[in-house]
């Protein structure tokens, strides 16, 4: 978890442009990454924790895939009475969490061991913690605004890479009754095992989709402040690099292991806090498609993949220093010292969009034409972390070039 860095600056006395903003530091999580993890290390871990494990997962494909089998027979072997928490979503909802936790507290869990991807492992960490408070979590965060202090244990057996949600406490939940898809804080973590291999029964679209979500983390961190050059963008150039790599090996060698483990390794690195260190990040592009996906419930890696464009061509001009970056250090494409090199990035990137399937449109992406975009600009939440902020009348904008 990384602290507020703007606002340890100021208690700090730094003021104006900095290279590195001062930061705070610390990731409790511990990885396990790698072909075979679960099967050695699994059952050694369980010994830490309660009799009874709540095992969550979501439509039932790790039943399909062989990784259900697994686990339980882990779980069985060091005789834990197992709960199941089945049946969560893609954009896991509000009242999802509230039955998973009516579920952990009717049955005294002792361990919550989420199995799949980010929407399973983000249900999970709310889940957490509403089951040990005795008020409604949302209205603590978004009307008390304080953060849960107890939880119940969490460990996290990923599946599906991109989310990086496995790395950090957030979570992204979608109120059906408010018409919000927003960010709530729960549990982090104790442990989370990374498998490539387990990605080789999702399906490729899928595969492609988290990607992109990694790739987008990246970007939403890199243009935020301060956009001066420093060690954390250094670093972030090469995970944004590596993830177009191994997306474009995995459309011609989908087997290959090696580019599913880069991709991995690269959507944890993306959330577990390194890119972030000394940053005040943006994340624009999330916020408009979270309420994008309140109203619609699209992909979330495809929303992201139509927006970005559309976005980044709203907001170039005020970061020009930055997209020319962007443009030669992640897309290799050579200096020319004009507008057009600023923007070479952004069409890169729109090119590499078209290119791996993703859609480039709203209509690709099956979003009704008559949603009400109107709704969906006024209520997202509008940050100030990147080289411009936007209005809801920008966004709404920015919402029908999508179209």
Not at 61 to 87: H, R, T
Request: charged letters at 20%; proline letters at 3%; glycine letters at 10%.
């Amino acid at each position: 978890m990384i602290a507020n860095s703007g606002e340890y600056r100021k208690k700090n006395g730094q003021r104006g442009c900095v290279m590195m903003n001062n930061f705070i530091f610390e990731n409790k999580t511990k990885v396990y990454f790698g072909k075979g993890g679960v099967k050695e290390c699994l059952g050694g871990l369980l010994a830490n924790f309660g009799e009874t494990v709540m095992l969550a997962y979501g439509g039932g494909s790790i039943k399909c895939n062989g990784v259900y089998d697994e686990i339980m027979g882990i779980l069985n072997a060091q005789g834990k009475c197992v709960v199941e928490f089945s049946g969560i979503m893609s954009n896991p909802t509000y009242a999802k969490v509230q039955d998973g936790a009516k579920l952990a507290r009717g049955n005294h869990v002792d361990l919550i061991l989420a199995v799949g991807g980010g929407s399973v492992s983000d249900c999970c960490k709310v889940t957490s913690a509403q089951a040990k408070l005795d008020e409604d979590i949302w209205e603590i965060q978004y009307t008390k605004h304080t953060l849960p202090t107890k939880f119940i244990p969490l460990g996290t057996i990923v599946t599906v890479f991109g989310t990086g949600s496995e790395m950090n406490n957030g979570a992204v939940i979608t109120h059906e009754e408010k018409k919000i898809k927003g960010a709530l804080w729960g549990a982090q973590a104790e442990f989370a095992f990374l498998d490539p291999a387990y990605s080789l029964s999702v399906p490729m679209q899928q595969v492609i989709s988290g990607a992109f979500d990694t790739l987008s983390h990246a970007m939403e961190t890199y243009f935020g402040k301060p956009d001066e050059n420093n060690l954390s963008d250094d670093i972030n150039e090469a995970v944004m690099r590596s993830v177009i790599r191994n997306i474009r090996i995995l459309l011609t060698d989908p087997e290959n292991y090696d580019a599913r483990s880069e991709l991995a390794q690269a959507s944890a690195m993306a959330e577990n806090g390194v890119l972030k260190i000394g940053k005040v990040t943006d994340f624009q592009a999330h916020q408009i498609e979270h309420q994008l996906g309140a109203y619609t419930n699209c992909n979330h890696g495809a929303g992201l993949a139509v927006i970005h464009p559309v976005l980044y061509r709203h907001i170039y001009k005020s970061g020009a220093a930055r997209f020319a970056r962007f443009a030669q250090n992640v897309w290799g494409i050579a200096p020319k010292g004009s507008d057009g090199e600023t923007a070479a990035g952004i069409d890169a990137l729109a090119a590499f969009i078209k290119e791996i399937g993703l859609p480039t449109s709203f209509a690709e992406l099956g979003i009704p034409a008559d949603t009400d975009f109107r709704a969906v600009a006024d209520s997202t939440n509008v940050t100030a972390g990147g080289c411009k902020k936007l209005t809801h009348d920008e966004i709404y904008e920015i919402l029908k070039e999508c179209l």
